[in-house]
């Protein structure tokens, strides 16, 4: 495949190691000094996209692909408010959008579990769950793309959670997300349901951003005959 990699930060870097080593091509990379490259007609000239820029960039980037009429696998996180119009455009455009708050297999095989757990707690009054997530310091966002989405998965599952606040809870119905921002920590996620005997944690650490990278190389390779709008839980048949 010829991938065009939009953004170049350390996430971009260690995607790029990965697609040369599944034997892929990268005729486009764009970056910050860069940006003016970034054009319809380059576009046109590879199989899909993957795009991990910042919250700012990201629409303009995916609408350029659908323009261009490539999938495009977007990494970027924090700009959700938008999604509706996102999914509405790539309908239009007959195009091809994989979106994922987290590309990581283990992560969503976490989300899967996340689900399985709140299910059973659902009806365990005596516990209230918690959740906190570390992250490098460079991340832009807070909470994280992943906490939120497993936030929402709790929010679908626990009747006494009406909705997830940053910080500390301040009422019983609140889902409070800590978030920490330490060194070069690729991502830390834990839930945890915690009573007054006792508590039940799951975790889930990333050692680095490899997993993170071939997780979005493997969607690119997921797109070549798709259309519509994909998710880790397609690809992993979830």
């Not at 959740?131 to 310091?137: D, G, S």
């Amino acid at each position: 495949m010829k991938l065009a990699l939009i953004g170049y930060g350390k996430m971009g870097r260690e995607i790029e190691k990965i697609a040369f080593a599944r034997g892929h091509q990268i005729p486009l990379i764009i970056d910050i000094n860069n940006q003016e490259e970034l054009t319809v007609e380059n576009l046109k000239q590879c199989d899909a996209a993957i795009e991990f820029t910042v919250p700012s960039s990201a629409i303009s980037n995916y609408l350029k692909c659908f323009e261009a009429g490539i999938p495009v696998v977007s990494g970027t996180t924090g700009w959700l408010g938008q999604k509706e119009q996102i999914i509405s455009k790539c309908k239009k455009a007959g195009g091809t959008f994989f979106y994922a708050s987290n590309f990581s297999v283990g992560v969503n095989l976490f989300f899967e579990l996340n689900k399985k757990l709140a299910v059973l707690m659902a009806g365990q009054d005596s516990y209230n769950v918690e959740m906190k997530e570390v992250h490098h310091t460079q991340k832009l966002d807070a909470p994280s793309g992943t906490a939120i989405s497993l936030a929402e998965d709790l929010l679908e599952r626990l009747p006494y959670k009406n909705k997830w606040v940053s910080g500390v809870q301040n009422a019983d119905d609140e889902l409070g997300i800590s978030s920490e921002r330490v060194g070069d920590v690729p991502g830390i996620h834990t839930v945890k349901y915690v009573s007054d005997v006792d508590y039940i944690e799951i975790t889930h650490s990333a050692k680095s951003r490899k997993g993170f990278a071939l997780g979005a190389v493997l969607a690119a390779e997921y797109c070549q005959d798709k259309k519509g709008i994909l998710t880790m839980s397609d690809l992993l048949e979830l």
